[in-house]
């Protein structure tokens, strides 16, 4: 029988009902009953990660996350999981951490129990199959090759390599092929056995937490647990813990410099901190944030660019454990400033000192307004998906007492000044680790990492550096934030009687030349929030790239110059972005409607009398060119997405052209470019939640007066088309990777399907529903083509598309090309075996998909939005796709495949190719330009290593037979060169957008 059980607090607006448990065999287990949920959910974190790995074993427990996927003792089939999932509308994932391992999932209501009965199994019968075990450390193998240029990751492994090797936290969490295979087996470790035991030693019930939420009454979940998850073996094993610490006098009081993949230059200060865990209550890490992350008036950035030092800061705790953690202050900086560096530095030791100098009363209004917004925040905190929610509180109860485990992260119960200033001493110059972060320091390197091979330098901070920041000068320019203004005091909710919980949908208030609004007072949530949405629809937008790169300089220089007066509003839930889009401006502002309208109007005005000093637009300027140089050392499957769009017609500019022009901008062409913007623009609104009718119109008119703009005439309008590819054609795009270092090949395959009808859109859901976990099987998982495997439906300006994207360290792009054509043709005898049974239950999977419920007002407000933004207007569109579903047959699905997918003279298909360094475009290069030594030189190379290579063509020949065949393409193949000419030459659908 499971222990007493405890009600948590939850929040003033939360419907659902929770209890927390402890089974027989000690695991607990929160309990969450939602009557009107539409999906269900579940998630155990285990408290062991990658801290624990053997240490001949790097990534071991991470590989064990892979491995528990793929099958158990009763149900054996590596798929079966993930496939039940899958057919009852859900879907599941993992992840392993430093200290815990989450696994978790969502599913249709009424088939909890199914999926529970199999997911059960991960954690009491897993099989650990050896040739699953083989193939799927090539899956761990190929997500590590996918992140070695990533400067996230670089960075985290590199800070990690430097720490304590005597503590945990320096070791190589993701593994690959080296660590799980060769490695181990030069040693005479069975890597199988070591997961085997690792799952034995660490997977005990006393360090697991469970949450099951689902449409049962508490009672009947408690049943399912108790059911389910009792007989989870409880081995009583302690957390692991250690005592070392991570950062020490090999790491601290030095400064690192560090060569990045992309253009960025960053300066980063950390210092060793305690654990912060069992101080939630009092947050003293959360006020630092506060304070060193703050942007306004007197705060470290504000003074930083001011001295055209810095773009952008933040400030937090990171790497929090259960035994330490860490202070991280990271800063966005200029050329000038990393010429500046130890200014930089000294002027955040200056602010350092106003902290610790902080008056007790003052401390006391910090503290107030960081628990009002807080209280704030979880009082009116929206739903939150079944598939998230589970793997956050299932952690938490791992960081939390079970009362605290739903209000924890936003409890601010106790001002404990002494313990904050005791954290802030920790702040000291030899307690700091310095990063520099910059390519000018490319080829000036004398240190390499070991896992990323990202190359640096190692140097001790100088004494006399040390000293100037124990004793900063005063500068003028900081002091703690002011008061908010913009927290919401008024929260009374816009009176609709008679129409809660009903469907409405928007209305249109207002309809004049050039100007369309549109309204809904919300009546599901109940919470006195908001949404303003406002396109602004600009002539000529995409003519030029050059117009293109000035309007994303508009933006830029817009924010800029908001940036200290909307920093508060941040801070109390009300926040506003402004983004170009195909048709022009997108301005949305959201959060308590209280103070909305101020900030919304601010925003405009700013929109409509930008000005643009010179000192700052060269250092936006900076920031955008970086932005479009660093397009090219993005993932490959990015670049292919890119070219796709490109030919497809709604990407008209390449990143190449926009660096091109930006180098020539100037301050006073982005001002004469800023004061005749909006001149001309046709406005449209969609105003939503806690607003009357009144308010609404109320916004619109006040907005009007402020830009003033001319409505278009209907030939200024944007054409918003797409690209009609030809019947019976295969459209092949093929292009080495932008970033030459990168190993990585990807294809991105688009099968166009056409214009946007209901009948049509139906049966392309019911498909990628379909063939989303075979392919993913298939290519992934059986074929280990790459970590990076997924399909799903898409469109371009209302031409609709299947697309499966593969991206793979290994293989090239044409050979990852005929994969997807061998399974696409496998599949089809696949489809066609599908029994009536098991057709409906997908299908009804699909239907309740569509119907799921918005769970916070901002979901039904983009929803609303997208259909408006484009003059769709379909605020039904749901029920007309559900009618559409509900009369389909598999054959409709059959004679679907066959017309639009299978290879056919009715099939219209492109495929995007992007080859990494290792792989050739064929045809391309190879013999072309090489000298005959050259040449000779090459053969001979190949004659010594002809014996190895034989072998290696012959396993690979034995693994090749057992694959699905390609099959011969009989459709037009048509290369695709110039990617503007290609989408000037062909024609394009009816106009989605006039």
């Known amino acids: ?123 009491t019968e897993p099989l650990f199959e050896q040739s699953a075990t083989d193939r799927e450390m090539k899956a761990v193998h190929s997500e590590n090759a996918q992140n070695l240029l990533n400067d996230a990751w670089r960075q985290y492994q590199l800070v990690k390599s430097t720490s304590n090797p005597d503590h945990p936290f320096s070791k190589f969490g993701t593994g690959n092929l080296e660590t799980l295979l060769e490695l181990p087996k030069s040693k005479n470790i069975d890597t199988r056995e070591a997961l085997l035991k690792f799952h034995k030693d660490y997977y005990s019930a006393n360090i697991m937490k469970l949450c099951l939420l689902g449409k049962e009454s508490l009672d009947d979940l408690q049943a399912l647990a108790e059911k389910h998850f009792s007989n989870i073996a409880n081995s009583d094993v302690k957390v692991p813990t250690w005592s070392a610490e991570p950062f020490g006098k090999e790491s601290l009081g030095h400064m690192f410099e560090i060569v990045p993949i992309k253009e960025m230059r960053r300066v980063g200060l950390a210092w060793g901190f305690p654990t912060m865990r069992p101080h939630y209550k009092k947050k003293p890490s959360s006020l630092l944030g506060h304070l060193f992350g703050h942007e306004g008036k007197g705060s470290i950035l504000s003074a930083l660019k001011k001295l055209g030092w810095a773009n952008e800061l933040s400030g937090g705790l990171s790497n929090e454990c259960t035994s330490f953690s860490s202070f991280l202050i990271s800063i966005d900086v200029t050329p000038a400033g990393l010429e500046n560096f130890e200014k930089i530095v000294v002027l955040i030791y200056e602010y350092i000192r106003i902290v610790l100098e902080a008056k007790n009363e003052e401390w006391e209004l910090i503290f107030k307004e960081c628990h009002d917004v807080s209280a704030m925040n979880f009082r009116f905190k929206g739903k939150e998906s079944p598939f998230n929610y589970c793997s956050s509180v299932a952690g938490r109860l791992h960081k939390y007492n079970p009362k605290d485990v739903l209000e924890g992260p936003w409890k601010y119960q106790e001002l404990d000044i002494k313990l904050v200033r005791t954290m802030v001493e920790l702040m000291k110059p030899e307690n700091m680790r310095l990063h520099l972060i910059s390519q000018t320091f490319k080829g000036k390197t004398e240190l390499k990492e070991k896992w990323y091979a990202s190359e640096y330098n190692k140097k001790k901070l100088s004494e006399e550096f040390m000293a100037r920041c124990r004793t900063p000068p005063d500068s003028k320019l900081l002091h703690l934030p002011n008061p908010n203004e913009f927290i919401a005091t008024n929260f009374d909710l816009v009176h609709n009687p008679g129409m809660e919980g009903k469907k409405v949908f928007p209305t249109k208030i207002v309809e004049e030349k050039g100007v369309v609004a549109w309204h809904k007072t919300d009546n599901v949530f109940l919470k006195p929030k908001g949404h303003v949405f406002l396109s602004i629809t600009l002539p000529k937008l995409f003519v030029t790239p050059r117009i293109n790169v000035l309007e994303d300089l508009f933006v830029l220089a817009t924010e800029e110059s908001l940036s200290e007066f909307t920093y508060d509003a941040d ?46 637009f060269d250092r936006l300027r900076e920031r955008a060119q970086r932005k479009y140089a660093n397009f090219f050392k993005q993932q490959p499957y990015v670049h292919a997405f890119h070219n796709q769009g490109r030919a497809m017609g709604n990407q008209k500019w390449s990143a190449s052209s926009k660096l091109d022009e930006i180098k020539t901008i100037t301050a006073e062409e982005l001002q004469a470019f800023a004061k005749t913007v909006i001149d001309d623009a046709d406005l449209e609104f969609f105003i939503f939640g806690n607003f009357s009718k009144k308010q609404a119109e109320e916004i619109v008119d006040e907005t009007k007066k402020i830009l003033k703009c001319k409505p278009l005439v209907p030939s200024m309008r944007p054409q918003l088309r797409s690209v009609q590819l030809d019947s019976g054609a295969t459209y092949i795009i093929q292009r080495k990777g932008f970033n030459e270092d990168d190993p990585n090949s990807c294809v991105c395959a688009l099968y166009q399907v056409g214009e946007n009808t209901y009948p049509k859109r139906a049966r392309l859901s019911m498909l990628t529903h379909l063939i989303q976990e075979p392919a993913f099987d298939q290519l992934r998982t059986k074929e280990q083509l790459g970590y990076s495997v997924f399909s799903m439906p898409s469109h371009v300006y209302g031409s609709l598309n299947m697309l499966i994207i593969v991206q793979s360290p290994t293989k090239g792009a044409k050979y990852l090309d005929d994969r997807i054509k061998a399974f696409l043709n496998k599949y089809r005898a696949d489809l066609a075996g599908i029994d009536e049974k098991t057709f409906e239950a997908n299908k009804s999977a699909v239907i309740k998909k569509k119907r799921e419920k918005d769970k916070k007002l901002s979901e039904e407000a983009k929803r609303h939005w997208n259909t408006i933004l484009y003059k769709q207007y379909k605020f039904d569109r749901v029920e007309e796709e559900v009618a559409q579903l509900e009369k389909l047959k598999l054959q409709d699905v059959l004679d679907f495949f066959d017309t639009y997918v299978a290879i056919s003279a009715t099939r219209a298909h492109l495929t995007t190719q992007i080859f990494g360094k290792e792989s050739p475009i064929p045809g391309v290069g190879d013999e072309e330009g090489k000298d005959e030594a050259k040449m000779k030189t090459e053969e001979a190379e190949k004659e010594e290593s002809g014996k190895e290579e034989a072998k290696k063509e012959e396993a690979q020949n034995a693994v090749h037979k057992s694959l699905p065949p390609v099959p011969k393409d009989t459709t037009k193949q048509i290369k695709i060169g110039d990617l503007d000419e290609f989408v000037y030459s062909m024609p394009l659908f009816p106009c989605f957008h006039r």
């Open 571 to 616: 801070i109390a839930l009300l926040q506003y972005s402004l983004n170009v889009i195909a048709k022009g401006l997108q301005l949305q502002v959201a959060g308590y409607t209280h103070k909305l309208p101020i900030l919304l109007y601010k925003v405009v005005e700013r929109i409509k009398n930008l000005t643009v000093e010179p000192g700052v």
């Open 1 to 123: 029988m499971a222990s007493h059980p405890i009600t948590p607090v939850k929040s003033h607006s939360d419907a659902r009902v929770y209890r927390v448990i402890k089974l027989k065999n000690e695991l607990e287990a929160i309990l969450i009953s939602d009557p009107n949920t539409d999906k269900a959910g579940a998630a155990i974190d285990v408290h062991v990660g990658h801290f624990s790995d053997p240490n001949e074993l790097p990534g071991l427990a991470h590989f064990l996350e892979h491995m528990l996927f793929m099958g158990t003792k009763t149900f054996p089939d590596e798929n079966e999981y993930s496939r039940r999932v899958s057919e009852h509308g859900g879907r599941s994932n993992a992840y392993t951490s430093t200290e815990n391992t989450n696994y978790y999932f969502d599913v249709i209501p009424e088939h909890l129990e199914k999926i529970l009965e199999l997911f059960a199994g991960f954690f």
